[in-house]
């Protein structure tokens, strides 16, 4: 196999050029005087460069973006080396650097969606949101939507480690199957945690046995004392996943009536649920 070097760029001779002028015919004071010139040049050959699926020439860039072309060629080749745009053919496409923002900025946009989401939630029923998927055999809390007047479940003990003793992971547990479940408890032993928590694998089994796939999972006091749980089982894809609310125990009479509620619109939010598995 062997090796080729990359064309270089066209060499341009150099041209004497005068500074940008001002966005105005102001001195160089005030708010304008703050920005940087080549940031935004080099931004708007990205943009311009985003514009094109197939590449583009460096002299057609020169002239859809406005930029002298001895200009356009010194930010082009710096942008290559920096991994933004990379230049194939003569042609120049948006490089990997480049990509991972963008990757990164939808995986932001899919979070705030599912927060906002369940922020809706939160607010309509009045008790903190849960959402949770048992994914590569750990339970992964994805979204607490939580106010300062009702506040989320304190997580005193690892919610990975102590799935026999909250709602949330008796639901995700329920789901699975018996192998599973027994893999799962093999790595994290129950153990309890409050006087009412399951005492040991035996009987968590047989409860989670006598839990039908989609029943409303209720937990009181066995993660916390003072709180109680409710969980909803939901299924996305191939997924185990969860919904959850949680209140005081003073108020456990909300619980079932609020959970029911959740339980019946759920279904509005399974768009929500899928597009979080990717995140």
Same mark, same amino acid.
């Given at each position: 196999?062997?090796?080729?070097?990359?064309?270089?760029?066209?060499?341009?001779?150099?041209?004497?050029?005068?500074?940008?002028?001002?966005?105005?015919?102001?001195?160089?004071?005030?708010?304008?005087?703050?920005?940087?010139?080549?940031?935004?040049?080099?931004?708007?050959?990205?943009?311009?460069?985003?514009?094109?699926?197939?590449?583009?020439?460096?002299?057609?860039?020169?002239?859809?973006?406005?930029?002298?072309?001895?200009?356009?060629?010194? #930010?082009?080749?710096? #942008?290559?080396?920096?991994?933004?745009?990379?230049?194939?053919?003569?042609?120049?496409?948006?490089? @990997?650097?480049?990509?991972? #923002?963008?990757?990164?900025? =939808?995986?932001?946009?899919?979070?705030?969606?599912?927060?906002?989401?369940?922020?809706?939630?939160?607010?309509?029923?009045?008790?903190?949101?849960?959402?949770?998927?048992?994914? @590569?055999?750990?339970?992964?809390?994805?979204?607490?939507?939580?106010?300062?007047?009702?506040? =989320?479940?304190?997580?005193?003990?690892?919610?990975?480690?102590?799935?026999?003793?909250?709602?949330?992971? %008796?639901?995700?547990?329920? %789901?699975?199957?018996?192998?599973?479940?027994?893999?799962?408890?093999?790595?994290?032993?129950?153990?309890?945690?409050?006087?009412?928590?399951?005492?040991?694998?035996?009987?968590?089994?047989?409860?989670?046995?006598?839990?039908?796939?989609?029943?409303?999972?209720? @937990?009181? %006091?066995?993660?916390?004392?003072?709180?109680?749980?409710?969980?909803?089982?939901?299924?996305?894809?191939?997924?185990?996943?969860?919904?959850?609310?949680?209140?005081?125990?003073?108020?456990?009479?909300?619980?079932?009536?609020?959970?029911?509620?959740?339980?019946?619109?759920?279904?509005?939010?399974?768009?929500?649920?899928?597009?979080?598995?990717?995140?």
């Amino acid at each position: 196999m062997s090796l080729t070097t990359p064309t270089p760029l066209p060499t341009v001779p150099a041209q004497p050029h005068s500074p940008d002028p001002p966005a105005s015919g102001a001195a160089a004071s005030g708010p304008t005087a703050t920005l940087i010139g080549s940031v935004q040049r080099a931004m708007r050959l990205l943009e311009t460069v985003a514009g094109h699926a197939h590449g583009a020439p460096a002299k057609q860039l020169a002239r859809e973006t406005g930029l002298a072309l001895p200009t356009t060629y010194h #930010l082009l080749r710096t #942008l290559v080396h920096e991994g933004y745009l990379r230049r194939d053919k003569g042609l120049f496409f948006l490089g @990997e650097a480049a990509e991972r #923002l963008s990757a990164a900025g =939808a995986q932001q946009k899919r979070r705030s969606t599912v927060a906002d989401a369940f922020a809706r939630w939160r607010d309509a029923i009045g008790v903190p949101v849960y959402y949770a998927v048992y994914r @590569e055999g750990e339970i992964t809390v994805m979204c607490v939507s939580d106010t300062p007047g009702n506040p =989320a479940v304190e997580e005193w003990a690892d919610f990975r480690e102590t799935g026999h003793a909250h709602a949330i992971g %008796q639901c995700l547990l329920s %789901q699975l199957d018996e192998r599973a479940r027994r893999d799962h408890l093999d790595r994290y032993p129950v153990q309890p945690l409050t006087p009412y928590t399951v005492r040991d694998s035996h009987s968590l089994l047989r409860r989670l046995e006598r839990t039908r796939r989609m029943d409303l999972v209720i @937990e009181r %006091q066995e993660y916390a004392v003072g709180t109680v749980c409710a969980a909803i089982p939901v299924t996305v894809g191939s997924t185990a996943a969860t919904m959850a609310i949680s209140l005081p125990a003073h108020q456990a009479d909300r619980l079932l009536p609020a959970a029911q509620r959740l339980q019946a619109e759920a279904g509005a939010l399974l768009g929500t649920l899928a597009l979080s598995i990717s995140i």
